[in-house]
């Protein structure tokens, strides 16, 4: 097991570190070049050269990259010239909101999708299986943008129950001040979640139920509510902690998406006015952090894998 | 598969000599494609995967919505022509009625035969996208899971590198270094989308890389590219189909999501999500004309992959049993 961590860990540092060179590559694709895009096409030569100077942008790539390394490790993911302001401090002040936002969802999308996808494997190709399959294949098959609209538009413009805005406030405080307008972006971010996690947890269940110590549990006389609590349930969850860690791409995606239409005040948002903006330094700093937070998702997923089911050994 | 494979070896009468290797045979002579791996689309396995997929309904469901969308697209400006390069500002924002089946928009485009001009763009660029990803994805997965070692390991970084940066991203940042056409956007979703069939073909190449069709091959001195472009590939076609068909699906969504939030093709194209993104402003003003069609018809068409994916698998797994 430690030497599993150990070369996952080592795993995952290289993955990190190639997320950098792909980001630093990026930066490099900016036509004409950074301080064109900065300083505006009206810059003068000297102006350009005078800021690649002192962006140390005159320097070999190599250097270049090692440096952008290092201000990454110091925590500094460069500055937003539009915004006058550092990448961090915009990270620091939204990435409450998103937790906010995103955690809620997952919460919920969990207490929802868990005992959905063990109702729906008990009861397979009943009823209930076929109504919650064909909801979670709508929603897996419509962009979280139109399930936004439509909720905008059923919830918010036809009858007046929730605002159609996100919270509107800077900081985590006041979005949970008014919870009522966050009500719009749980649930969109929700509902997606559910039609992913309720399918995994399904399959999963349904596995299970499959199994011998079922079977025993069963006939051994344990009522159906004990059964389905401590064997199936908590063996069908060992993929759906996997699952969990390695949906953060998804999670992330969709919140960007989400953030977008309900207008809420996160990183996603940012993400979104500086691709607006051609704010290329914001662009890239909330890259380098959603990779690093995919990595992480990932390598947590394997290795609480490793720890929640004993059987699984790695060598 | 596996028990298929046998069959065939056990037919001819050489690859039975390799199998068990204890009979010297001049492989000078022996035409290698006599080792060839079991067809997917041979006339036996064939027939059961027809009839597999028949026995699905939701199958034929989608199969019948993707080609009533592909002809929508395709065949019907031929029938219902529609102007959707001129704007005309006496007609903006009309509800459906005689001559506009579906209304008009704010520019005042015909919103049914915007739907079709729409819908070619999205369709032309998620087929280009679930190709040209899912064979480059098949191919570096099979070179990757067959070669093993070190290129192994380095191959997967590379994909577990670009899988680690959610798509979006990298597709709105692309979007504002670059301005998108068709090509383009083919190119940097297909960038985006090979990683998946590369994981799926790299897990099943290294089942498939012990099997005994294969060490046939390597005896009778047939080259690795050999096995990898005519045995492995072709043994991987039922999960690179389903996979492609997911991709198409997959390809729909992030084009209508880039258009909708205004990185998608820019103007005169037409796209859905462009088409969802002006209605939405019209969302207050009860102009439902000018949102639901253009949902409507990015989940129809989305929903319709994904059945036609599942029976896909559906029918292959059914085949896989049946022998």
Known sequence: MIGYTLRRLGQAVIVVLGVTVLVFLLEHLIPGSLARAILGPRASGVEIAAFNRANGLDRPVVAQYLTFLSHLLHGNLGYSYRLNQSVDSLVVHQLPNDLILVGIALALALLIAIPLGVAQAVRRNRALDHVATG???????????????????????????????????????????????????????????????SRYMRSAAVDTLAQEYVRVARSKGLPARVVLTRHVLRNSLVPVVTLLGLSIPAVLTTGLVVEYVFNFPGLGLTYFNAAVNADYPVELGITVLVGIATVLGSLLADLAYAVLDPRVRYV | MSELVEETVRVEPVSTSVGTLHVPVDFTDVDLDTFRAPDVTSERGGQSFVAAFLENRLGIVGLGIVVAVTAFCFLGPLVYHSDQIHANILLTNRAPGRGHPLGTDANGFDILGRLMVGGQSALEISFAVALVATSFGALWGAVSGFTGGVLDAVMMRVVDIVIAVPAIFLLIYLATVFRPTVPLLIIVLSLLSWLGPARLVRGETLSLRTREFVEAVRVAGGRSSRIVGRHIVPNTLGTISVNATFQVADAIIILATLSFLGFGLPPPAVSWGGMLSQGTTYLLDGYWWEVYPAGLIVMATVVAFNFLGDALRDSFDARLRER
């Open chain 1, 135 to 197: 909801a979670a294949l709508l929603l897996y098959s419509m962009p979280s943008y139109w399930l936004g609209l439509l909720l905008i538009a059923g919830l918010a413009i036809s009858s007046h129950v929730f605002p159609a805005e996100a919270p509107q406030a800077a900081s985590a405080a006041g979005v949970l001040a008014d919870p009522r307008a966050l009500v719009l972006p749980v649930v969109t971010l929700t509902l997606v979640n559910v039609a992913l996690f």
